[in-house]
């Protein structure tokens, strides 16, 4: 499975748009980006997952480039719920659901 | 909307003892999928079943763990002897399939700590 590299750790204000980068150069043709979010004491949550289409729905924004290396996930106005640790994951598709998490980057959002 | 059930929420145990976590999937995921997460670490795949069968248990430390789902709809996972190094949380998740359109649900999970 590709690998994927992500910043330790980033800020937001409240209101402002988070954009959390993702770097997977080494990721292969059959394999989708995938995103989770882990809010603190709580299991991980899905957000979005793409192949090489921007994709939207209510929670976020997925952006990937077009030679696919990287994408970049983004909360169009962050809230103080949306600070979490957030997981960039790529995997095929035939194994799409079980997935290889990182230690992804912590956002935290504030005032 | 429906969540994945775990218990206990807590569970704090001596080491070289037994202990157990339960997990109801969301009702008609075949797939169930046991995690390990360390703190500070993402989550890690223990064992993987398809309704009752194990399809992936490469990553369990089969000397003291155990997994069974044999209704193939709730799921136990079992440590016997519980070591220091098993301190963790232990997260279950359930999906409808296995396809890229199968998301995760995952559970609360139950943090463990060996004393």
Known sequence: ?111 | EAEVAQSPRYKITEKSQAVAFWCDPISGHATLYWYRQILGQGPELLVQFQDESVVDDSQLPKDRFSAERLKGVDSTLKIQPAELGDSAMYLCASSSGTGYNSPLHFGNGTRLTVT
Not at chain 1, 20 to 31: A, F, K, M
Not at chain 1, 39 to 60: R, V
Request: aromatic residues 8%.
């Open chain 1, 1 to 111: 499975d590709a690998k994927t590299t992500q910043p330790t750790s980033m800020d937001c204000a409240e209101g402002r748009a988070a954009n959390l980068p993702c770097n997977h150069s080494t990721i292969s043709g059959n394999e989708y980006v995938y995103w989770y979010r882990q809010i603190h004491s709580q299991g991980p949550q899905y957000i979005i997952h793409g192949l090489k289409n921007n994709e939207t729905n209510e929670m976020a924004s997925l952006i990937i480039t077009e030679d696919r290396k990287s994408s970049t996930l983004i909360l169009p106005h962050a809230t103080l719920r949306d600070t979490a640790v957030y997981y960039c994951i790529v995997s095929p598709t035939g194994t799409a659901s079980k997935l290889t998490f990182g230690t992804g980057t912590r956002l935290q959002v504030t005032l």
